[in-house]
């Protein structure tokens, strides 16, 4: 299984980016993709994650409102969408798939590589 993020890159704050993680390889429809952001020097952090076979999602409850999880329908693609970013949104990014609908890090199996958000002011 591989997973590739892109869609990262120099933004103001106000403005909006989305990302997208291209996935290959067998994954279980049964599993959960979900996107987590890492502060250089901080624990990795949950975003949001969507189940393959269906569209139910589940979010941290910093990300409510700005951001938005989706997925290709066909379930190898997965986006955020984030809106009115702001400096401390500045992160890398990584998308990540796993049995478990949760926002445990623990639980995802593979990784990408990651994207890189920076948020100016």
């Known amino acids: 299984v591989q997973l590739q993020a892109s869609g990262g890159g120099l933004v103001q704050a106000g403005g909006s980016l989305k990302l997208s993680c291209e996935t290959s390889g067998r994954i279980f429809s049964s599993w959960i993709m979900g996107w987590f952001l890492q502060v250089s020097g901080k624990d990795r952090e949950f975003v949001a994650c969507?189940?393959?076979?269906?569209?139910?999602?589940y979010y941290a409850d910093s990300m409510k409102g700005r951001f938005t999880i989706s997925r290709s329908d066909a379930g190898n693609t997965l986006y955020l969408q984030m809106n009115e970013l702001q400096p401390e949104d500045t992160a890398l990014y990584y998308c990540a798939v796993g049995p478990a609908f949760s926002g445990d890090a623990r639980t995802y199996r593979y990784w990408g590589q990651g994207t890189q958000v920076t948020v100016s002011s």
């Open positions: 969507i189940r393959r076979n269906s569209y139910s999602t």
